[in-house]
């Protein structure tokens, strides 16, 4: 059984601080990684993907992945109350066309 | 505007009573699929369709039933539900599976409760 492993959290980061969210995963052959957020009742929504290893930048947020130590993090810059949320990590499997999801990371941004 | 729509977003059925839940896309995407989330468990795909006929089970598919009749439909159907089954539903469809930098549309969610 493949796996995305997450902490749970929650994470309490102060506003303005960089939040840091983990994740590894089992399967070696996943080549496409995603960061979703996800609101209290509300779908995920698509935030980062990332597929080479390194660093990607979008505004606030910067994804980072390491293939051979499989794992990937998403760095939140400049926290803000409207970035508490789940953040879920997700990887396409790579011997069946669907997307395995990790459990979730709460965070909440304290003021 | 681009979305996937599902219904009914609230349910409250009982025990063995066949229910099905809508899944439609407007985007022409090739790529649907089924998710149930439930507390510390994260999302895990029900089913999943590659295109139009062409259906395949996912993590957790016992006791749920799917069709890919037309490419803007997946409707998901319970045939005889258990408390089990009580949990939060997403629809989600993309152009391709995963990659790509294709972005997966979810629905707004179901949720269901089976007493």
């Known amino acids: 059984q493949k796996e995305v492993e997450q902490n749970s959290g929650p994470l309490s980061v102060p506003e303005g601080a960089i939040a840091s969210l983990n994740c590894t995963y089992s399967?070696?052959?996943?080549?496409?990684f995603f960061w979703y957020r996800q609101y209290s009742g509300k779908s995920p929504e698509l935030i980062m993907s990332?597929?080479?290893?390194g660093d990607k930048e979008d505004g606030r947020f910067t994804a980072q992945l390491n293939k051979a130590s499989q794992y990937v993090s998403l760095l939140i810059r400049d926290s803000q109350p409207s970035d508490s949320a789940t953040y879920l990590c997700?990887?396409?499997?790579?011997?069946?066309?669907?997307?395995?999801f990790g459990s979730g990371t709460r965070l909440s941004i304290r003021p | 505007e681009a979305q996937v729509t599902q219904n009914p977003r609230y349910l409250i059925t009982v025990t063995g009573k066949k229910l099905t839940v809508t899944c439609s896309q407007n985007m022409n995407h090739e790529y649907m699929s089924w998710y149930r989330q439930d507390p510390g468990l994260g999302l895990r795909q029900i089913y999943y369709?590659?295109?139009?006929?062409?259906?395949d089970k996912g993590d957790v598919p016992e006791g749920y039933k799917v069709s890919r009749k037309e490419k803007r439909n997946f409707p998901l159907i319970l045939e005889s539900p258990s408390p089990n089954q009580t949990s939060l539903y997403f629809c989600?469809?993309?152009?391709?599976?995963?990659?790509?930098?294709?972005?997966?549309?979810f629905g707004p969610g179901t949720r269901l409760l089976v007493l």
């Open positions: 989600a469809s993309s152009l391709v599976a995963g990659g790509g930098g294709e972005t997966q549309y």
């Open positions: 399967d070696r052959g996943s080549q496409s």
């Open positions: 990332i597929y080479s290893n």
């Open positions: 997700a990887l396409e499997d790579s011997s069946a066309s669907k997307i395995i």
């Open positions: 369709s590659m295109n139009v006929e062409v259906t």
